[in-house]
């Protein structure tokens, strides 16, 4: 109970809710009782039952005129007398059928839409005054063409005669089965508004579709009020578009008015009025708008009266309120003034500040948090300078140059190492230069290996350059780190040996031509004259000058593409004829092995643009590769497809793999996966490193994807020319 009444809950929200209470439960006494319970919300509840005892009263009419329809059709003699157009017979049977009934008014017509006999029940003329053509109305001409929807054979319309608008019903009349006529059944409107008003208790007015008052009993339906009754064509649409969600919703009228209805209030004959419209329906069709209206000028009193009340109640209230809260301020802001005071001279960095409230209450706890808060982060700071200084005795020792950026590629930190290659090159060594580092876009004598470190060739010297991002725990960047390292001494070492083995390989490829064409030639002009023995030597003999000499054309070719002197002779060729070629070639060779070798492309051409024969040469080593680690009985399949504006061919074998440390390595000059089939293969790791190069050259790109003892698969993509990228699209 101490730490209930003691918390800043208690002595802050306490009082304020027990006075919200109050206020809330005495304002809402008043707003229930003398408002919301027996003004609007009776108003309404009245409202709404005057408008559904409308709606379903014109419905209900609607069901006395389908009765005495009914009952004239089939009353024995009606349909002989209309199907043998006898009016006398007519005039004497009619009259006692509907001489009970509430119908206004009979009309029946014969197969042409003429009418034949008619009959109007009204107290100033018992004598009917129609017009005798009726097929030119359209309801009518719809019955006599025998038109049936899902409401049956029927229809209904409003109609203006002589004696003033009325709304009929109409049917078909039937002898054995064919229609000999039509019978009209009508309603007269002034007649049926009188007896809505009697019946809903509520003063009814009836609308047409475009917002003309048809008939009212509001202010005793005199002339001047249809004026001020008038409503804008726009009006039915709203009507209609506020109570079409739904069919239940067409007898909706004032529930929740406001809301779904709309509302308009007039003064007729100094009394004040609440309108709430309708939508008048019958047989589904819409006929125009109906509203019911009752008084409301009680409300406007009473709710005036209940509107002082409150602004007394509330205004007392208020003030209350006010001097409380007052109070209970002073009380809490004295401690808030020493945790401000302290929390800026923490942010000045003063950390030895303490705020020594002692308090049971939430204050006293944030004291004693920002208090324990203060002091660890003390400690934070203290053990943040000890890793700091190792960080920086650390970068200090580094050998290699670490340049730390922000996101703006500004130098923000550097060890001395960096600071003294940066200075040796300062003449062309900037931030521009930095940024195109970092991101991969140096000058030509820039070089990018597949380890992600770049070269940089300035002034003379060869820069090795890696990067990484910083990032937060979240993976935010905050900068990069990058990493210089001088090594012209080793690319110095790196050009010797590129132009050694390329000097060598020129120098060797003149001596192998001499020992490979003689050999050729002794072989020509034996003429039988050779030991078998002699003979399988000379062949030995240039089987091994021809695999020499491949080896001495790669060397000079990988010499070329590193030099970037390779000439590509590029035309415009058919890639499937191509991939038809390989198929051909090394069909026989993989069957030699025992490998089984299949070839799929689209049936369609695809040309690209490139040159061929170093192409050939590029997938010659893969199927080479392919062939010779993919042992007896397994297979090498080609696969080749186009997608967008590129065309793919991959090569899939069911060898024996590579392994996944060595894959990023496979396309490195000179390198042989370690694995014991390697070394019975012949090679000097050239192969893929030269398919790599050459499909680079052509603007394409190739990988690898791999398991051991499971197979191998190459991809290669290369870029179709543009009329046979969409001519795929077509096919596709």
Sequence with gaps: MNRLFSGIGSKIILPYLLLTLLVAGIGAFIVVNLVTGTLQERFNNQLLDAGRVVAESMVGYEADRLTVLRQVTFTEGVAENMADSNRQALAELVPQIIANSPTDAVVLLDEDGRELFAWQNLNTNQDATFQADFSPISEVQLVLDGHVDEFGDKRAFLAQTTTGPMLFTVGPVFLDREQVGVIIVGTDIRKLVIALTQIAVARVTLYDQNGQVIATTLGDGRENIADLLQEPPAQYATVLQLLQETPGQYQVVAENAALKVPLRQLEVLNQNYQLAFGDWRLRNASYGLFSVALPRNFIVNAAATSRDLLNIVFTTATIGVILIGFLVARRIVRPLNRLVDVTTAVTEGDLNQRTGIQRNDEIGTLAGSFDTMTERLDQRTQQLVAQTSELVAILQSIADGVVVLDTDDNIVNSNPAAQQLLSDLSEGFSKGALHELMNGHSPASFHKTEEQVRRYEMNG????????????????????????????????????????????????????????????????????????????????????????????????????????????????????????????????????????????????????????????????????????????????????????????????????????????????????????????????????????????????????????????????????????????????
């Design 461 to 732: 010297r060869v820069l090795s350059v890696s990067s990484a991002p910083v990032l937060t725990p979240e993976g935010e960047r905050m900068g990069t780190v990058m990493v210089l390292r001088d090594i012209t001494r080793e690319a110095e070492a790196e050009s010797l040996k590129d132009d050694f083995i390329t000097g060598m390989s020129h120098e060797l490829r003149t001596p192998l031509t001499v020992v490979k064409v003689y050999s050729d030639l002794m072989l020509r002009s034996a003429n039988g004259h050779l030991k078998e023995q002699e003979h399988a030597y000379l062949e030995k003999i240039i089987k091994a000058s021809s695999e020499l000499e491949q080896h001495i054309q790669k060397m000079i070719n990988i010499s070329e593409i590193q030099a970037g002197t390779l000439n590509l002779r590029r035309e415009n060729f058919s890639f499937t004829a191509l991939v038809r070629q390989l198929n051909e070639r090394w069909q026989p060779l993989m069957a030699q092995k025992g490998v089984h070798f299949s070839v799929e492309q689209p049936a369609h051409e695809l040309t690209i643009n490139g040159d061929r024969e170093r192409l050939q040469w590029a997938f010659d080593n893969l199927l080479d590769n392919a062939l010779n680690y993919t042992s007896e009985g397994n297979s090498v399949r080609v696969a080749v497809y186009a997608q967008g504006h590129a065309v793919h061919l991959d090569v899939i074998d069911t060898g024996i793999g590579i392994a996944s440390a060595d894959q990023r390595y496979i396309f490195d000059r000179f390198f042989r996966a370690k694995n014991e089939h390697n070394y019975t293969e012949r090679g000097i790791g050239l192969g893929l490193f030269i398919t790599k190069e050459l499909i680079t050259l052509h603007g394409g790109q190739i990988s690898v994807s791999s398991k051991t003892g499971a197979g191998s698969t190459f991809h290669c993509e290369l870029p179709l020319i543009v009329e046979a990228a969409e001519a795929v699209a077509g096919v596709n």
